[in-house]
């Protein structure tokens, strides 16, 4: 029967730890749990529940910085933000939808696997937008890095390390983000009736351009039927999407000379500020594979790959597929060979490089294949010796992002 401890406070916490240690008992440290379908299962018979550190001690809108407890609510986080008028620049994608979880999960689970959405194109990952924490090593040790502004590190950059880490290293109580203002108007250029190679260099002629374009889509003809915008829905075509972002006059001028510069490639059409805002929201949480059992997978690769590399896997089996951050980022589907997907993926990718995360699949694909992507062997060396560094008896998170580790 698995085991939850609930420390109440930081030096509970680290008590909690301590204990672990001298038994040499696994913990699963969890949030709301939210994030449990991403990465490996973490084989353990005791769970760390950190749903006490929770809500927002530090908010200064004109100061741009917010802290909060790492398992606060990414919906309070967000009214919060929308109050002011502010918002988290990064665009955190909300899962639930995908993974079959209850809600959109803490501020601490977002870090904590470093996820971001269309908008890091423009603005960054969210390990640039992560200014500091406290936390609980894995040898239950408390301390803390960074602090409420960008250029607060001596040292070692700590945050950069702890964003993506997914639990393994250090167990969060408390961080701290930055914030931005939230543009006055978002409209989307569509093009209609382009093939992925189309739309690719549709896509980097659009950024490559004086328009600040914050998000760079492609949808093909067989999701665009999954959309709420009818725009986009009823076309019954593909469609490559540019965003533009800021004040009213200016983001109506650009989006004019945006269409007039992609006209060669198509029909184009423009979405206002609500349909431009749902759309985008629709690619950020991947909102074209919900409601159905396929495996999906993360891959990013060079935006000009991105074509072929769609072509060579077009025969696996119910495939299908679209493209975020101007083809650098793919989203897959697939039905069959399940634990052969994997291989046929990355051997794909081999002569071009990149990176296949597995996100959604059952707990036992998850532990028969690589969810991540192998690491060179210099790399995952280094990895080991940070595990080591910070929890030497395997305590946090034991194997759920690379086995043994």
Same mark, same amino acid.
């Given at each position: 029967?698995?085991?939850? *401890? +609930?420390?109440?406070?930081?030096?509970?916490? #680290?008590?909690?730890?301590?204990?672990?240690?001298?038994?040499? *008992?696994?913990?699963?440290?969890?949030?709301?749990?939210?994030?449990?379908?991403?990465?490996?299962?973490?084989?353990?018979?005791?769970?760390?529940?950190?749903?006490?550190?929770?809500?927002?001690?530090?908010?200064?809108?004109?100061?741009?910085?917010?802290?909060?407890?790492?398992?606060?609510?990414? !919906?309070?986080?967000?009214?919060?933000?929308?109050?002011?008028?502010?918002?988290?620049?990064?665009?955190?994608?909300?899962?639930?939808?995908?993974?079959?979880?209850?809600?959109?999960?803490?501020?601490?689970?977002?870090?904590?696997?470093?996820? #971001?959405?269309?908008?890091?194109?423009?603005?960054?990952?969210?390990?640039?937008?992560?200014?500091?924490?406290?936390?609980?090593?894995?040898?239950? $040790?408390?301390?803390?890095?960074?602090?409420?502004?960008?250029?607060?590190?001596?040292?070692?950059?700590?945050?950069?390390?702890?964003?993506?880490?997914?639990?393994?290293?250090?167990?969060?109580? +408390?961080? !701290? !983000?930055?914030?931005?203002?939230?543009?006055?108007?978002?409209?989307?250029?569509?093009?209609?009736?382009?093939?992925?190679? $189309?739309?690719?260099?549709?896509?980097?002629?659009? *950024?490559?351009?004086?328009?600040?374009?914050?998000?760079?889509?492609?949808?093909?003809?067989?999701?665009?039927?999954?959309?709420?915008?009818?725009?986009? +829905?009823?076309?019954?075509?593909?469609?490559?999407?540019?965003?533009?972002?800021?004040?009213?006059?200016?983001?109506?001028? +650009?989006?004019?000379?945006?269409?007039? *510069?992609?006209?060669?490639?198509?029909?184009?059409?423009?979405?206002?500020?609500?349909?431009?805002?749902?759309?985008?929201?629709?690619?950020?949480?991947?909102?074209?594979?919900?409601?159905?059992?396929?495996?999906?997978?993360?891959?990013?690769?060079?935006?000009?790959?991105?074509?072929?590399?769609?072509?060579?896997?077009?025969?696996?089996?119910? $495939?299908?597929?679209?493209?975020?951050?101007?083809?650098?980022?793919?989203?897959? #589907?697939?039905? #069959?060979?399940?634990?052969?997907?994997?291989?046929?993926?990355?051997?794909?990718?081999?002569?071009?490089?990149?990176?296949?995360?597995?996100?959604?699949?059952?707990?036992?694909?998850?532990?028969?294949?690589?969810?991540?992507?192998?690491?060179?062997?210099?790399?995952?060396?280094?990895?080991?010796?940070?595990?080591?560094?910070?929890?030497?008896?395997?305590?946090?998170?034991?194997?759920?992002?690379?086995?043994?580790?």
């Amino acid at each position: 029967m698995t085991e939850t *401890l +609930r420390p109440d406070t930081e030096a509970q916490l #680290a008590e909690a730890v301590t204990w672990a240690n001298s038994e040499r *008992l696994p913990l699963e440290v969890l949030g709301r749990g939210t994030k449990r379908a991403l990465g490996r299962p973490v084989q353990s018979a005791h769970r760390l529940d950190l749903t006490a550190f929770s809500g927002i001690h530090l908010y200064e809108p004109e100061e741009l910085v917010l802290g909060a407890g790492s398992a606060t609510p990414m !919906v309070e986080i967000l009214e919060a933000l929308e109050e002011k008028g502010q918002q988290l620049a990064f665009e955190p994608p909300d899962l639930s939808g995908l993974l079959g979880s209850k809600d959109s999960g803490t501020i601490g689970g977002i870090v904590s696997t470093n996820l #971001a959405g269309p908008r890091r194109i423009k603005d960054g990952a969210a390990r640039d937008h992560f200014l500091g924490f406290d936390a609980v090593s894995g040898r239950g $040790q408390v301390f803390k890095s960074g602090g409420r502004v960008m250029k607060n590190v001596t040292g070692y950059d700590l945050p950069k390390l702890i964003c993506g880490s997914y639990g393994t290293l250090a167990a969060m109580t +408390r961080l !701290v !983000v930055k914030v931005l203002p939230r543009a006055e108007k978002s409209r989307t250029v569509l093009v209609r009736g382009v093939d992925a190679a $189309q739309a690719v260099k549709a896509l980097a002629d659009g *950024l490559n351009g004086p328009f600040e374009v914050s998000g760079a889509a492609w949808l093909p003809a067989g999701l665009t039927a999954s959309s709420g915008v009818g725009y986009i +829905r009823d076309a019954g075509v593909s469609v490559a999407a540019l965003r533009l972002e800021g004040f009213g006059p200016s983001v109506e001028y +650009r989006c004019g000379k945006l269409r007039a *510069l992609l006209a060669p490639y198509g029909e184009t059409e423009e979405l206002h500020s609500h349909n431009s805002r749902t759309f985008w929201r629709e690619i950020r949480d991947v909102v074209p594979f919900h409601g159905d059992s396929r495996i999906v997978w993360r891959i990013s690769v060079a935006p000009t790959d991105a074509p072929g590399l769609l072509a060579s896997l077009s025969h696996l089996k119910n $495939q299908s597929a679209y493209l975020d951050w101007a083809g650098g980022l793919i989203w897959l #589907a697939v039905d #069959a060979p399940r634990q052969g997907a994997a291989e046929i993926i990355r051997d794909a990718m081999a002569p071009i490089g990149g990176h296949a995360t597995l996100i959604r699949g059952g707990a036992t694909l998850r532990n028969a294949v690589p969810v991540f992507h192998p690491q060179p062997a210099p790399l995952a060396a280094v990895t080991r010796r940070l595990k080591a560094s910070f929890d030497p008896n395997g305590v946090l998170n034991p194997g759920r992002m690379t086995e043994g580790v």
